[in-house]
């Protein structure tokens, strides 16, 4: 059983937070959603915004320590509002440093290109964000799931299945 970390903001893609969420959970690991504020955190649906949660903790004290993998939902709002939260980058970059996975699905890899996790790594992305990766010197995939020393990246909500089996198979 392992300990999970999703860091997200208003904003995410409804799925991509919560199939994670709900199947890490049913597979037995403690799962902690950290927000820029420990308060519910909204998600942006397919016509307009959806579903809510309730972040357990601030990012402020989520710490790498307390966790085995971070896990970060995409969506186009949250991770360019996190990209600008030196908090946030500083959690990626701790469980980094600390060589456990970081996953990030859709619009997420905006957030390891901004801690600077991008560089000479294969990674993929949604389809619009794949030349900032290229860009910031990662050799881009087009596959469902890609797997690079401790980092996982995924396209979008269609790869969520190969997506949480990395988490599930990163975290075993």
Known sequence: ????????????????????????????????????????????GKEG??????????????????????VLPGGVINPDTLR????AIGVIQAFSKADKPVAAICHAPWLLIEAGL????????YGSIRTDISN??????????????GIITSRSPDDLDDFVA?????VA
């Open 136 to 149: 910031a010197g990662a050799d881009v995939l087009d596959d469902s799931v890609v797997v690079d020393r």
């Open 49 to 70: 915004w959806g579903k809510s949660v309730q972040a357990d903790m601030t990012i402020a004290d989520a710490s790498a320590a307390d966790y085995d993998a971070l």
């Open 118 to 125: 991008a560089s000479g790594r294969k990674m993929t992305g």
């Open 84 to 87: 600008q939260d030196k908090k």
């Open 1 to 44: 059983m392992a300990n999970i970390l999703i860091m997200a903001s208003d904003g995410f893609e409804q799925s991509e937070l919560f199939v994670p969420l709900e199947r890490l959970k049913a597979a037995g690991h403690n799962v902690h959603v950290a927000a820029p504020e420990t308060a519910e955190i909204r998600a942006w």
């Open 166 to 170: 990395e988490i599930e198979k990163a």
